[in-house]
């Protein structure tokens, strides 16, 4: 029986739910692209992220209708998913969308996707499709991806890997539409439209004839001695020539500050600052000559810049940007670390072949692609599945 036949196919109220930063960046262009076809949306900031959010809206010039707060100190997982859902309820109530689109794997994620079912109110899935295989690693956001797989009417899948992936558990094909990741649209955009700040000028005239790496770490499983050691080894590589430099946004984590507090500063080629602002953050990647990162969605801009990236994982749920000859995945040893390091400077076949960009996630046209499908002006027939799929 089709779960969803009772569904309005068109919706005329689509309700957008986000908060952290990860899924505002990649719903910038989608708030854009629903404006741009006249159709009624309410932006919903659950306020998982707070201080990350704050720039984020205004760069892309987005008002959310509702702010949920719904981040407390030290609250955890199972807290927090209640006060989403009791906040999300009373909006739900109120709004009436006729579609509600939820993106990646966070807890708002899911739980905006749980309160929508509940209401019998469709939800749209942006990024589905991602699996690593291991339903506690990355925890929770892996079993997040799985439950919205599960409540989802339309799955919007970034790559022919992630469209299998749902073919392969029972999903619908016609409720799968193949349109890339709108990451890539956000990051196309940014470029394009904006210049980086003065301090991104000036850490760019500080950079400029020398190699520059820029590392990110915040995830949960590297946090304590992997990380400590991660970075080490990072501080050795950068001391070992001198034209080597590194910027490292710290994450605002306590975890992350007291490792990068303990191995890394206090070096005249080592800048280390708070987060940085997309745009600025976009502008310093375009000129990384190698990125150092344990992010999902910057496994997915490095591949789209052509920047070679060595992931901070043992495991990747983006395995295209390694399969395509971008990505290198070490894992939680940090000779192997080294050893990477070593390889990026000294093999020079890998980092110019690494140096090219990709497709592979998308190619800037996602949200325009989403926006035709669920309005109405496309249809199954006309969806991109040539996007390739990873060699
Ligand atoms: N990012 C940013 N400023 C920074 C570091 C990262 O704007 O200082 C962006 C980055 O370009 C990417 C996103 O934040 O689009 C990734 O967020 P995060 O690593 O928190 O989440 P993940 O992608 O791992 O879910």
Redesign the pocket.
């Known amino acids: 029986m089709d779960l969803y036949s009772e569904y309005n196919s068109n919706p005329r109220k689509v309700l957008i739910c986000l908060g952290?930063?990860?899924e505002l960046?990649?719903f910038a262009p989608m708030v854009r692209a629903i404006q741009e076809r006249g159709a009624s949306l309410v932006t919903v900031n659950t306020g998982q992220h707070t201080d990350?959010l704050l720039p984020?809206f205004e760069l892309f010039g987005i008002k959310p209708q509702h702010n949920l707060e719904s981040m407390l100190a030290g609250q955890s997982l199972n807290a927090l998913g209640s006060r989403l859902l009791e906040r999300l309820d009373p909006v739900l109530e109120a709004e009436k969308p006729d579609l509600v689109l939820v993106q990646?794997?966070?807890s708002s994620a899911v739980m905006g996707a749980i309160a929508a079912f509940n209401r019998r109110i469709p939800v749209g899935h942006l990024e589905a499709g991602l699996r690593s295989g291991n339903p506690l690693s990355p925890f929770p956001?892996e079993m997040n991806r799985r439950l919205v797989g599960q409540i989802a009417a339309h799955h919007f899948a970034a790559t022919e890997r992630n469209r299998r992936t749902l073919l392969d558990e029972g999903v619908a094909d016609d409720s799968i539409h193949l349109v890339g990741n709108t990451?890539v649209d956000?990051?196309r955009q940014t470029l394009k439209n904006t210049r980086p700040g003065k301090t991104v000028e000036l850490m760019q005239q500080w950079a400029a004839g020398k190699r520059l790496v820029i590392v990110?770490t915040?995830?949960r499983e590297n946090f304590g001695e992997t990380m400590s050691l991660h970075l080490r080894a990072l501080r050795e590589f950068i001391e070992s020539e001198p034209d080597l430099c590194m910027v490292f946004?710290v994450?605002p984590n306590p975890n992350v500050r007291a490792a990068v507090a303990a191995e890394l500063e206090h070096h005249p080629r080592i800048r280390l600052?708070?987060?940085?602002?997309?745009c600025?953050?976009?502008h310093l990647?375009s000129h990384a000559w190698l990125i150092v990162?344990?992010?999902?969605?910057?496994?997915?801009?490095a591949t789209a810049l052509g920047k070679p990236m060595i992931v901070l994982r043992e495991n990747t749920e983006r395995p295209e940007a390694v399969e395509c000859g971008v990505a290198r995945l070490v894992g939680e040893s940090p000779e192997r670390l080294r050893d990477m390091l070593r390889t990026a400077l000294v093999d020079e076949v890998w980092h110019a072949s690494a140096s090219r960009s990709r497709d592979v996630f998308g190619d800037g046209h996602s949200a325009e692609r989403i926006c035709d499908l669920l309005f109405g002006t496309a249809s199954k027939s006309m969806m991109p599945h040539s996007l390739p799929l990873a060699a």
């Open positions: 952290t930063r990860p960046i990649k990350l984020l990646g794997d966070t956001e990451v956000a990051l990110t915040h995830r946004p994450h600052t708070d987060p940085m602002g997309y600025d953050f976009a990647l990162s344990d992010s999902g969605g910057i496994q997915e801009e």
